[in-house]
């Protein structure tokens, strides 16, 4: 299994920053993809940024030119810069990563449990 955990996330005033941060742990054979999405009250889960092994990303639109998804590979840790917020940033961000364990015969996604991010106007 992969244990995901978010941390980073709070209260800020708009035009502010935050860095969250996720760490990967547990029976970890290799990381593909990895990336943040993030879910506000009554809406559905969508993209923020995502990025490969390789250090290719992909941005919602949302959040182009304000958000820098980065990750060090070598201890499983995934991060995203988050400059000029906006109250609709405001949502619970979720770290996911597509993973293969030791044993496993395929790779598989797994979710952290989430980080509030509240901006205030």
């Known amino acids: 299994q992969v244990q995901l955990v978010e941390s980073g996330g709070g209260l800020v005033q708009a035009g502010g920053s935050l860095r969250l941060s996720c760490a990967a742990s547990?029976?970890?054979?290799?990381?593909?993809?990895m990336g943040w999405y993030r879910q506000a009250p009554g809406k559905q889960r969508e993209l923020v940024a995502r990025?490969?092994?390789?250090?290719?990303?992909n941005y919602g639109d949302s959040v182009k030119g304000r958000f820098t998804v980065s990750r060090d590979n070598a201890n499983n840790t995934m991060y995203l810069q988050m400059n000029s917020l906006k109250p609709e940033d405001t949502a619970v961000y979720y770290c996911?990563?597509?993973?293969?364990?030791?044993?496993?015969?395929?790779?598989?996604?797994?979710w952290g449990q989430g980080t509030q991010v509240t901006v205030s106007s």
């Open positions: 547990g029976s970890i054979l290799s990381i593909n993809r």
């Open positions: 990025i490969s092994s390789e250090g290719s990303t």
């Open positions: 996911n990563a597509y993973g293969l364990t030791y044993g496993a015969r395929w790779y598989d996604d797994y």
